[in-house]
T-cell receptor
Framework: EADIYQTPRYLVIGTGKKITLECSQT?????MYWYQQDPGMELHLIHY???????EKGDLSSESTVSRIRTEHFPLTLESARPSHTSQYLC???????????????FGPGTRLTVL | KNQVEQSPQSLIILEGKNCTLQ??????????LRWYKQDTGRGPVSLTI?????NTKSNGRYTATLDADTKQSSLHITASQLSDSASYIC?????????????FGRGTQLTVWP
């Protein structure tokens, strides 16, 4: 079991509210990621970070923002939640484990967000 | 266009039986291919990672194969157990960027019945 944690696990919130999804890892990994996953669909990368003070947008356009002030912490914030943000959000971290760039990604349990 | 296609979309088998899941990809340049197991409501857990030089890799009752020439991979599950019920996701990494871009399949939903 990987040492990566997400809170809350489930969140139901009204439209227009500001929310922050927490992600922490205790493995000392430099790389961290946020994915969005709808039921029966593939994971889509929305943000990633190579290390402290480094954040980049992923492939899927997202209205969320992230910060990386500490190595172990990578929170995701939605300033004004909308029903279209309803989804599962997965956080991951990785380390380089092979000479061919085989980063092993460890995923958190996810946050299931429902915006009413 | 880089894509990862998995088949079947869903599969039901009886406990104790074997099954094989398929993954076809068009990702180029290829770096490595991973199979993940995702239980309902949980994050994916890595089962195997194979680079272009590896044809097969096992992890307990899970055996993955890779044919880099035909861009196909399979995941074989032996003597299935109820706990094998999950979504199995094929993920292909390219080496065209520093990030090692990952392309995810939609997964095969496996259900094991007693």
């Amino acid at each position: 079991e990987a040492d990566i944690y997400q809170t809350p696990r489930y969140l139901v919130i009204g439209t227009g509210k500001k929310i922050t999804l927490e992600c922490s890892q205790t493995m000392g990994h430099d790389k961290m990621y946020w994915y969005q996953q709808d039921p029966g669909m593939e994971l889509h990368l929305i943000h990633y970070s190579y290390g402290v003070n480094s954040t980049e947008k992923g492939d899927l356009s997202s209205e969320s923002t992230v910060s990386r002030i500490r190595t172990e912490h990578f929170p995701l914030t939605l300033e004004s939640a909308r029903p279209s943000h309803t989804s599962q959000y997965l956080c991951a971290s990785s380390e380089r484990t092979g000479e061919h760039g085989t980063d092993t990604q460890y995923f958190g349990p996810g946050t299931r967000l429902t915006v009413l | 266009k880089n894509q990862v296609e998995q088949s079947p979309q869903s599969l039901i088998i009886l406990e104790g039986k074997n099954c094989t899941l398929q993954c076809n990809y068009t990702v180029s340049p290829f770096s490595n291919l991973r199979w993940y197991k995702q239980d309902t409501g949980r994050g994916p857990v890595s089962l195997t990672i194979m680079t272009f030089s590896e044809n097969t890799k096992s992890n307990g009752r899970y055996t993955a194969t890779l044919d880099a020439d035909t861009k196909q991979s399979s995941l074989h599950i032996t003597a299935s157990q109820l706990s094998d019920s999950a979504s199995y996701i094929c993920v292909v990494a390219d080496r065209g960027s520093t990030l090692g871009r990952l392309y995810f399949g939609r997964g095969t939903q496996l259900t094991v019945w007693p």
